[in-house]
Structure formats: C-alpha cells, structure tokens
C-alpha cells in the first residue's frame, strides 16, 4: 500500500531548462510534504516543503505546488544544473505523527 | 561541528549472524529514527525513538532491534530473524517527533551485505 507514489522512476532534463518532479499521495491525513535530494551511497538531504495551508513554496531555484484536491504535489527546478543530478524523494507527514512516508525516488540526470 | 553519524559505512555479515549499525547525533535532537532503502523502493521505516528510553516500531520492524539509552545514540541490530537484511540502512535525527516545520537529517548510511 503505497501512500506517497512517485510514478515516474527517472527523468532526463537538459542544462539550463526546467526540471518537473512529480508525487501523487492517497492518505488525505497528509498535511505536511517534504522534498529530499540524495545522491549515491550518501543520506538524504532535505530540500524543501510545504505545508496543506499553502499551494506554493519557492526557495531559489526550487518551487514545491502543492494540489490538495489532486492530492498532487510537484517541484520544479529552474533553471537545472548538473549538480542537481540526484535521487528526489517526496515524503509526507500526518498531523502530529512522527513517522514520515517517502516515495519510491525519482533519478533526475541534467545533461549538458 | 554539528552532525549525525553512521558507521561502519559498509559492513559485512554471514548469514545466522546478529550484527549492529551504530548512528550517533550530536545535534542534541531529541528524535530519531532507522530506514531501510532497497532498490525501486521508497525508504521505510523501521523503528523510531522521540525520547529517550522509548522507541516504537516502524513499518518494517520484523528482524530488528534498537535500544535508547542515550539521547545521542540509536543503534539499530540487524538479527538472523530478518529474512533479507541485505539493504542501505540510513538513520535520521530531528530536534523533536516530525512535526510542523520540523525536517528529518539523515546519516551517510551502511550499506550491509549478507555473504
């Protein structure tokens, strides 16, 4: 039963354009959501998150929307670089509950 | 400076053996938690403590242990009744249960074989 889906397993973006990940969730207890960045044989590192009272947080070259009817969530990246190749996990908290539940990760790969 | 760590970062066990992941924060975190990362899957949750002396179970608890016994420490034994232990292991801290604002920082990880 997965809870937080990231549909898509890899993405390919060029340098310089915009990088669109998405996560769809099913627990409508969701009211929290976190973007982690994680590069090979290394932990995850947080990025970025939302909480349900907002449709939109920015933070650089990052943007997390947030579609609570849709129970859709996305974050963009623009403009892309390479450093941003990595694994992009989204993660979801309920209430006051301390666990978080991830996606299955996204493998971004920005080409030059 | 400030961190959470993990070691040994690769580790090998033959199979029947119990075998234990240390993790350590000094970020004075009052939280913490051990995932498990396997390839095409999300990272699960396999025990989480809020406070010291008190843990409870995550998803995936079946063949693990922890203890907590200081705010610092969180080790995570890996024992012979976990079918398949070989997997990243990734512990995490957070200054309190996640909640609010509050984000998870994770270890580097172990990545343990079973040979």
């Known amino acids: 039963d997965q809870q937080v889906k990231q549909n898509s397993p890899s993405l390919s973006v060029q340098e310089g354009r915009i990088s669109i990940l998405n996560c769809d969730y099913t627990?409508?207890?969701?009211?929290?959501f976190l973007w982690y960045k994680k590069y090979p044989a290394e932990g995850p590192t947080f990025l970025i998150s939302?909480?349900?009272?907002?449709d939109k947080n920015e933070d650089g070259r990052f943007t997390v929307f947030l579609n609570k009817s849709a129970k859709h969530l996305s974050l963009h990246i623009v403009p892309s670089q390479p450093g941003d190749s990595a694994v992009y996990f989204c993660?979801?908290?309920?209430?006051?509950?301390?666990?978080?539940?991830f996606g299955t990760g996204t493998r971004l790969q920005v080409t030059l | 400076d400030g961190g959470i760590t993990q070691s040994p970062k690769y580790l090998f066990r033959k199979e029947g053996q119990n075998v234990t992941l240390s993790c350590e924060q000094n970020?004075?975190?009052?939280?913490m938690y051990w995932y498990r990362q396997d390839p095409g899957q999300g990272l699960r949750l396999i025990y989480y403590?809020?406070?010291?002396?008190?843990?409870q179970k995550g998803d995936i608890a079946e063949g693990y242990s922890v203890s907590r016994e200081k705010k610092e420490s969180f080790p995570l034994t890996v024992t012979s009744a976990q079918k398949n232990p070989t997997a990243f292991y990734l512990c995490?801290?957070?200054?309190?249960?996640?909640?609010?604002?509050?984000?998870?920082?994770f270890g580097q990880g172990t990545r343990l074989t079973v040979v």
């Open positions: 939302i909480s349900s009272i907002k």
């Open positions: 993660a979801a908290l309920a209430g006051t509950a301390s666990k978080l539940t």
């Open positions: 403590s809020q406070i010291v002396n008190d843990f």
């Open positions: 995490a801290s957070s200054p309190h249960a996640i909640a609010g604002n509050t984000e998870a920082f």
């Open positions: 970020l004075n975190h009052d939280a």
């Open positions: 627990n409508s207890m969701f009211d929290y």
